[in-house]
């Protein structure tokens, strides 16, 4: 188990994501934006599939992943399902997902005690004019325009669409077809609204991003059985929250209802900059000493062995994967606005990754080779002695009898 997570520990060596200068600004992320949505989700999809699948692709032949076969096996089988389903969507709707896929945007809108959320997903990148209609082809929806642009209405309801601009709409089909449509404009953003909030995020380019501007229903119903406690305050006192990551660190903003909460967030803000520098140096600590101590396991197993071989490459991941603790970290409070950018030379400067590392580390510390289970020396199971049958008390007769007369002989 131990050398499943090392090896896949120093597998994540071999990934990166880097700034992406096509990545798309606010105005064309919002552009197709559910104004009542709660939830905003956004995913640069070229930052981060489309820049690393070469790299997962190749991780069966990596020579670390390699002596850990039953790891090897399951990223195999991962790579081989993603190929089928690539090939598939090639040959069906001439569509690739790693290759023409560049960015996702998901606007969700929740109402208490629906069955289930309202969705609109935009999907950017480079796709087939007859997409839709192919999709309606081959699952069984209805094929439909607007504008002359084709349209799919799936046999669950969900419609898919080309919108103007040639992004991918697909989702509710009142939201879909309202967008689609050549007289769509991109909602109004006014200077201090959450959605203005939630621009400033995007036009810093990060790779994922994840907003919150619950509505009011959404706060009441959310909150009601929750107790007395900082996380139902936590939600119910902000007006937009966000969180973001980029190439180089993470950012989140929050913006409350009063400045007494803001001021709150702030010095909680602080104290969770503070646990992510700590975060960095222990298990930078625990590696150190786990790397120490693997010599003392050697021969143990075969699995160790080649563990031990390796930790040297070990070390340096943990390095790779970890900062100093060190990184820049802005805090601003402006009235109920709070604000924080962390940023590193690269996102594990900042983002305490190393986490599974020490993780990793720890276990190899404490390991032991455990004995085959037909090699185990196991205690005799106890004799099983028959249950015998209680006698009777006896009746008549027993040394306080008289005894009976002989019969006379004739």
């Known amino acids: 188990m131990y050398a499943v997570i090392i090896a896949a520990v120093l597998a994540l060596t071999s990934f990166s994501i880097k700034s992406n200068p096509k990545a798309p600004t606010a105005n064309a992320v919002l552009e197709h934006a559910v104004e009542d949505a709660d939830f905003v989700v956004h995913l640069d999809v070229a930052a981060t599939l489309g820049a690393n699948y070469a790299v997962l692709a190749k991780l069966p032949e990596d020579a670390i992943i390699k002596q850990v076969p039953e790891l090897r096996e399951q990223i195999a089988q991962v790579v081989m399902q993603v190929e089928a389903g690539r090939s598939m969507a090639k ?3 001439g569509f690739d997902f790693v290759t023409d896929v560049s960015s ?5 809108k929740v109402t208490p005690r629906a069955p289930k959320p309202d969705v609109l997903v935009v999907v950017r990148g ?11 082809s081959s699952m069984g929806g209805k094929a439909g325009n607007v504008d ?8 669950d309801g969900t419609m898919m669409a080309t919108a103007k601009s040639g992004a991918l709409l697909v989702g509710k089909p009142d939201w ?13 953003r006014a200077k201090g609204t959450p959605w203005a909030r939630i621009a400033t995020a995007l036009d810093a380019k990060p790779f994922f991003l994840v907003a919150s501007k619950p509505s009011a229903a959404l706060v009441a119903e959310a909150t009601k059985d929750l107790g007395d406690h900082f996380g139902r305050e936590l939600v119910a006192n902000h007006t937009v929250g966000v969180l973001a ?39 930078r600590g625990v590696a150190q000493v786990a790397v120490a101590a693997l010599p003392s396991y050697a021969g143990k197993s075969k699995e160790l062995d080649a563990v031990i071989a390796a930790k040297d490459k070990l070390m340096g991941a943990v390095w790779d994967l970890t900062g100093d603790g060190k990184f820049r970290a802005n ?3 402006d009235g109920k606005l709070l604000t924080v950018v962390a940023t590193g030379r690269k996102l594990s ?11 990793g580390a720890i276990g190899f510390l404490t390991a032991r080779a455990e004995p085959k289970m037909d090699e185990r020396k196991t205690s005799p199971a106890p004799a099983k002695t028959k249950a015998t049958k209680p006698v009777p008390p006896r009746s008549g007769g027993g040394l306080g009898t008289p005894v009976k007369p002989k019969p006379k002989t004739k």
């Open 245 to 283: 990551a980029s190439a180089t660190g993470i950012s989140w903003m929050y913006e409350a209802k009063d400045a007494a909460f803001a001021k709150r967030m702030e010095t909680a803000s602080k104290g969770l900059l503070d646990l992510m520098r700590a975060a960095h140096l222990a298990p």
């Open 91 to 93: 040959g069906m709707v």
């Open 104 to 108: 996702v945007t998901a606007f969700v």
């Open 176 to 188: 879909v077809t309202a967008r689609a449509a050549d007289a769509w404009k991109a909602p109004a």
């Open 349 to 359: 400067d900042v983002v305490p990754t190393s986490l599974v590392v020490g993780l």
């Open 148 to 155: 002359g642009r084709a349209t799919a209405t799936m046999p």
């Open 331 to 333: 805090v601003r409070v």
């Open 126 to 136: 480079t796709f087939p004019a007859d997409l839709p209609g192919k999709l309606a």
